[in-house]
């Protein structure tokens, strides 16, 4: 299979073959899952300490009974403005929680290394659909050949004023001006520093991305990443395939490397 490369100009340098790779089929159920493991390795372990809401100086009203008065410890004192309310326990106002998050609690979730593999190989493929590209939200109008393959010297670009023109030629602006109507949230997320999502728009996916990092700095949502770390979280944001993707020409020689049990027997099959 093949398809058309661009020129960071904007005009069409040949045709490149994609490898076996993107052959794979779409398993919208299986990038999901990989999504869901993945997220769980960034968690932060969250707990209580070990004593909170038992640092008063409570007893239990049994025995004795016959008080007319439920057995719940109370805190003690003369008179004081806690003096006989409930305490210390997990049904009393300041009391301990029943069951507190711990420390210990595993949220690592794992992935078996053939199932992340084909999740990825899936995703990869994506983005060589044109529909399942529009399907998540973006702007493809114009844009001819799925995936999108430009020439190397995007990696020596680290100016965002050229980079605008790159994306201008190969009209991907307009995905990025997507992300400019997005209204502002009030509320507890805007007193926190949340007040908008910034959203995903174009992936670049490269050999070397140290100079275009630079360049994309300033445009929301756009971001590179190298061919050795991409991932299912950076073409599947939030489970939802799939993200729209440009690959230079050296990143797609690199993705015909990846070896898979799948890839093999589709090599036998054909």
Request: charged share 25%; with cysteine.
């Amino acid at each position: 299979m093949k398809t058309t490369a661009y020129t960071i100009a904007g005009a069409k340098d040949g045709e490149v073959e994609l490898p076996i790779v993107f052959l794979t089929p779409f398993r919208r159920e299986l990038i999901h899952k990989a999504f869901t493991n993945l997220t769980s390795h960034k968690f932060q372990p969250q707990g209580r300490h070990p004593t909170a809401g038992q640092d008063v100086v409570a007893d239990s009203n049994n025995p004795p009974t016959g008080q007319g008065v439920s057995r719940v410890a109370r805190a003690t004192g003369g008179g004081g403005g806690r003096s006989g309310q409930g305490a210390e326990v997990a049904s009393t106002r300041g009391g301990r929680q029943a069951h507190p998050p711990i420390v210990g609690k595993v949220i690592y979730k794992k992935l078996n290394k053939k199932e992340n593999k084909l999740a990825l190989c899936s995703a990869i493929a994506a983005t060589a659909s044109k529909d399942l590209v529009e399907l998540r939200g973006h702007k493809v109008e114009g844009i001819e050949s799925f995936p999108i393959i430009i020439s190397d010297d995007i990696e020596s670009i680290s100016k965002t004023s050229e980079i605008s023109k790159v994306l201008d030629s190969l009209n991907l602006s307009q995905d990025i001006k997507r992300l400019e109507s997005r209204k502002i949230r009030s509320g507890q997320s805007r007193l926190r520093g949340r007040s908008k999502k910034v959203g995903k728009s174009v992936l670049f996916v490269t050999i070397d991305s140290s100079n275009l990092r630079k360049a994309i700095g300033a445009l929301p949502g756009v971001e590179a990443k190298n061919v050795k770390d991409l991932s299912v979280l950076d073409l599947a944001p939030g489970s939802d395939p799939i993200r729209l993707t440009v690959y230079t020409k050296s990143a797609i020689k690199e993705i015909g490397k990846i070896k898979s049990t799948h890839l093999e027997l589709m090599v036998k099959t054909q």
